[in-house]
């Protein structure tokens, strides 16, 4: 069965650096999604991404945050200049789009982000 | 969307049904109920979703009151792999961002 990976499972990183976080999205799906849970929190709801371009964004993803689809496989999140306050898991989800009002959304494992 | 309220908490025993409820009194008529379950730290994993009418899948049963108001996710059989926390969403359209509540944790035992 199909299933969203991402890479890497834990990124350690200091306060400040730079991170890309992976995502492989099922093939042939065409929207795509990042989430984030901060331990002990709920989900939270990032960006979503469709036809080369953000769809919709949360009050989270500011300045500090990006997303990219390089090639027809990969979608990154980047996040420029890492807070403390980043350190979270990082979902990464996908849906066909082609049942607009039915569509599911299929999650990776997640990306837990540890900023010190 | 609408908003959900679900019990925080619950508890069934192995191998019995679990009914876990979701009230959803704003709906609109366009709105889909979805259910998503987290297990541990895991991403969240779909179950089922509907729109009027009731609906079952392989994982489960979805049964949704007339006025709509309300409805019921049922795991015919539990298991020790159920435990997660399980949430309801209300959704117009699906290419929208999923808002999860707090949802319920249900804890299945032995």
């Known amino acids: 069965e199909p299933e969203v990976t991402q890479t890497p499972s834990h990124q350690v990183t200091q306060m400040g650096q730079e991170v890309i976080l992976r995502c492989v999205p099922i093939?042939?799906?065409?929207?795509f999604y990042w989430y984030r849970q901060i331990l002990g929190q709920k989900v939270e709801f990032l960006v979503s991404?469709?036809?080369?371009?953000?769809?919709?964004k949360s009050e989270i993803f500011d300045d500090q945050f990006s997303v990219e689809r390089p090639d027809g496989s990969n979608f990154t999140l980047k996040i420029r200049s890492t807070k403390l306050e980043d350190s979270a898991m990082y979902f990464c989800?996908?849906?066909?789009?082609?049942?607009?009002?039915?569509?599911?959304?299929?999650f990776g494992p997640g990306t837990r982000l540890t900023v010190l | 969307d609408a908003k959900t309220t679900q019990p925080p908490s619950m508890d069934c025993a192995e191998g019995r049904a679990a009914n876990l409820p979701c009230n959803h009194s704003t709906i609109s008529g366009n709105e889909y109920v979805y259910w998503y379950r987290q297990i541990h730290s895991q991403g969240p994993q779909y179950i089922i979703h509907g729109l009027k009418n009731n609906e079952t899948n392989e994982m489960a049963s979805l049964i949704i009151t007339e006025d709509r108001k309300s409805s019921t996710l049922i795991l015919p059989h539990a298991t020790l792999r159920d435990t997660a926390v399980y949430y309801c969403?209300?959704?117009?359209?699906?290419?929208?961002?999923?808002?999860f509540g707090g949802g319920t944790r249900l804890m299945v035992k032995p």
């Open positions: 991404f469709y036809n080369n371009e953000i769809s919709e």
């Open positions: 093939s042939n799906h065409l929207y």
């Open positions: 969403i209300a959704l117009y359209n699906a290419g929208n961002m999923l808002t």
């Open positions: 989800a996908s849906g066909t789009g082609i049942f607009v009002r039915t569509d599911t959304q299929y």
